[in-house]
């Protein structure tokens, strides 16, 4: 089946270090997107790519970054920089260009990250 | 102005009542439309794309108005497992973005 996959559900860590998020999608698409949604509140964007190799700041990089080295990947770095980096965070992947822009984002389950 | 904007709620209805939802975009040059549901501590799932000429599925009734850059979404006949937030997605020419959602509670 086809579908996009986030690993882990549930993240610990500890403040001051750094933690990588996966996302992998095997839908063959070509856009991927990392948001996050904080208690009550809506999804904000962190960054999305287009393209392998390619990636651009959403409304809230600052203290994330991000990799795009295989169309199927899309790993999101949580850095020390971070001010509150705990949060339920969301990939999503949609097909891209000519009519494939009226597709919608289909979603993974979310990792649920908490820093103490 | 925000890209993207909702009504918060929370819209308290009885079963069976009819509700409705707004949305506005500000980018004319945005693409394509849909409605999401969101249930508490999950992710969005789609509900719906949303086009000019509207469009129907079951009680849901979705329309598009580009020239008022305004969306909206009518729930017929409410049921309780209707209740969760609701998220108006705007695509653009590179960004997806999602409003903040509007809460529906359906009351019995």
């Known amino acids: 089946d086809g579908g996009i996959t986030q690993s882990p559900k549930y993240l610990f860590r500890k403040e001051g270090q750094n933690v990588t998020l996966s996302c992998e999608q095997n839908?063959?698409?070509?856009?991927m997107y990392w948001y996050r949604q904080d208690p009550g509140q809506g999804l904000r964007l962190i960054y999305y790519s287009q393209i392998v190799n390619d990636f651009q700041k959403g409304d809230i990089a600052e203290g994330y970054s991000v990799s795009r080295e295989k169309k199927e990947s899309f790993p999101l770095t949580v850095t020390s920089a971070q001010k509150n980096p705990t949060a339920f965070y969301l990939c999503?992947?949609?097909?891209?260009?000519?009519?494939?822009?009226?597709?919608?984002?289909?979603f993974g389950n979310g990792t649920r990250l908490t820093v103490t | 102005r925000k890209e993207v904007e909702q009504d918060p709620g929370p819209f308290n209805v009885p079963e069976g009542a009819t509700v409705a939802f707004n949305c506005t975009y500000s980018?004319?040059?945005?693409?394509?439309f849909f409605w999401y549901r969101q249930d508490c501590r999950k992710e969005p799932k789609l509900l719906m794309s949303?086009?000019?000429s509207g469009n129907e599925d079951g009680r849901f009734t979705a329309q598009l108005n580009r020239a008022s850059q305004y969306i909206s979404l009518l729930i017929r006949d409410s049921k309780l497992s209707d209740s969760a937030t609701y998220l108006c997605?705007?695509?653009?020419?590179?960004?997806?973005?999602f409003g903040t959602g509007t809460k529906l509670q359906v009351i019995p």
């Open positions: 980018n004319s040059a945005s693409q394509s």
């Open positions: 949303v086009y000019s």
């Open positions: 839908l063959n698409h070509d856009a």
């Open positions: 999503a992947s949609t097909p891209w260009g000519g009519r494939d822009n009226n597709s919608p984002l289909h």
């Open positions: 997605v705007v695509k653009g020419y590179q960004k997806v973005t």
